[in-house]
């Protein structure tokens, strides 16, 4: 039995040669789609028992699967630990093989990878196909013990070495659709002039050249509001009342991204709390005297605060348990499902969003990332704007650093919220008395990977608390 492996490091810190040439996401959208060429050309291999990509990316492992390979999410060890661990699971008999294959090998043919399994036909031994820089681009191991990984630069010189100090046969197959890895510039160029790039690949580098170098920046979005989604209760399945309101539409959700306000998501999770059965404690009951406010409410507030920022006449500024600064701890009494009851922010507004991601997915969705958004103030200025609060399938944050602006200077700082970004977009479309519970934006790729959690400053680097 002969498994396959494609292992694949963390998006954000894939293909740093590329970033001065492309940017971040354009490097991310291409690293996506060379791996999904990879992956369907290893669906096309006759032999195989089994395909997985091995990554500490949970991104990455969604685009897997996507593309209808096994993905195996592993803490990041580094390349040949990585390759090692998943061989163990996928090739654990004493006489199975493992073929790993470089995710970024966007050319490979079905037919020269079988040619490659071929070369072991007769019996145990190594059978390397090299990139064209001295690297591997692909290996099989029958058995999987034969010789250790042994990836990084010259690592077909490593193998061959290896297979000649184990004494077991070596087989070295130059093979056009596996020779260019693209780690650099002239790795484009030269996949580019040998025509022989999947599917995927081509449509992202077609992209860049429309748009020039660095490619990331979109230049178009299109914005569609949902409408028709009936009023969602909890216990709704809300991913089905959503693939409805789309498919009525004939809106088709793939390769974008969806924005969704959190009152839908709240009401659907059950984040909602009757007033009617609330007890308010002495503090609530102090607060709502001095501001007016119904001590009930407040009391939900409280319980939802890890910490009380501010306080002035009518306004309580709390910081939530997940860490977000905003009014009355997100607790809002305001497109309630009945007069009287206090809606909550999701218990974890990024869990929200990756478990609504994945049941579209399910329903044929995809690939999109899914952002839920929520209303807030800001200090020093007037008026709200919505943000995100939470997502999945995207970088919540943009980090251009090591980019070239205009002028051609690197950028060293120049990081752009791109999930709250998106948010605010969607809520010129999302206000509180339009029934719009979310908003398709095209026109920009799903790229990356991230926790909105993560985008919460470190307070140590607070200058503000």
């Known amino acids: 039995m002969i498994s396959a492996v494609v292992p694949v490091k963390v998006l954000a810190a894939s293909k740093s040669r590329l970033l001065p040439h492309l940017g971040r996401a354009a490097a991310e959208r291409l690293a996506i789609a060379m791996l999904g060429d990879v992956i369907e050309a290893l669906r096309g291999v006759r032999g195989l028992a089994r395909v997985a990509v091995a990554t500490p990316d949970a991104a990455v492992a969604a685009v897997a699967r996507e593309a209808g ?135 992202v580098l077609a992209g860049l050249s429309r748009d020039g170098a660095g490619g990331g920046t979109p230049g178009e979005l299109r914005l569609v509001a949902l409408r028709g989604v009936p009023p969602v209760r909890a216990g709704d399945d809300l991913a089905a009342l959503l693939a409805a309101a789309a498919r009525a539409q004939e809106l088709r959700l793939a390769d974008g991204v969806l924005v969704v306000c959190q009152k839908v998501v709240s009401k659907a999770e059950g984040r909602l709390v009757p007033l009617a059965g609330v007890e308010p404690s002495a503090e609530a009951r102090r607060i709502a005297a001095e501001d007016a406010k119904d001590p009930r409410h407040v009391e939900v507030v409280l319980r939802e605060t890890a910490r009380v920022v501010r306080r002035g006449p009518g306004v309580l500024i709390c910081e939530t348990r997940h860490g977000f600064v905003c009014a009355n701890a997100g607790v809002d009494l305001s497109n309630a499902p009945e007069e009287g009851v206090a809606v909550l922010l999701p218990e974890d507004p990024d869990a929200s969003a990756e478990r609504l991601r994945e049941a579209l997915a399910a329903r044929g969705a995809g690939p999109l990332a899914v952002v839920v958004s929520d209303t807030f103030g800001r200090p020093w200025r007037d008026g709200l704007v919505d943000v995100a609060i939470g997502c999945a399938g995207i970088a919540p944050i943009e980090d251009l650093r090591g980019r070239p602006d205009l002028a051609g200077r690197i950028l060293q700082v120049t990081a752009m919220a791109t999930a709250d970004q998106l948010a605010a977009a969607a809520g010129l479309l999302m206000t509180k008395d339009s029934g719009v519970p979310a908003v398709w934006i095209e026109g920009i790729a799903p790229i990356g990977s991230g926790a909105l959690r993560s985008t919460l400053r470190d307070p140590r680097l607070d200058l503000f608390r």
């Not at 006489?95 to 790993?100: A, I, Q, T």
């Not at 079988?114 to 190594?126: D, I």
Request: aromatic residues 2%; glycine residues 14%; negative net charge.
């Open 69 to 203: 390979a096994e993905a195996l999410l592993r803490p990041d060890a580094g390349l040949n630990p990585a390759i090692e661990a998943a061989g163990a699971e996928l090739a654990p008999g004493p006489g199975d093989g493992l073929l790993v294959v470089l995710g970024d090998v966007a050319g490979a043919r079905p037919e020269e990878l079988e040619a490659l399994l071929g070369a072991l036909a007769g019996g145990p031994g190594v059978a390397l196909a090299p990139s064209r820089d001295g690297g591997t681009s692909a290996l099989l191991r029958v058995p999987r013990a034969a010789i250790p990984a042994g990836f990084g630069p010259g690592s077909a010189k490593v193998h061959r070495d290896l297979a000649a100090r184990a004494g077991v046969a070596f087989r070295e197959l130059a093979l056009p659709s596996l020779a260019i890895d693209v780690d650099a510039p002239d790795d484009l160029a030269a996949l580019e002039r040998a025509g022989t790039a999947g599917p995927r690949t081509r449509r």
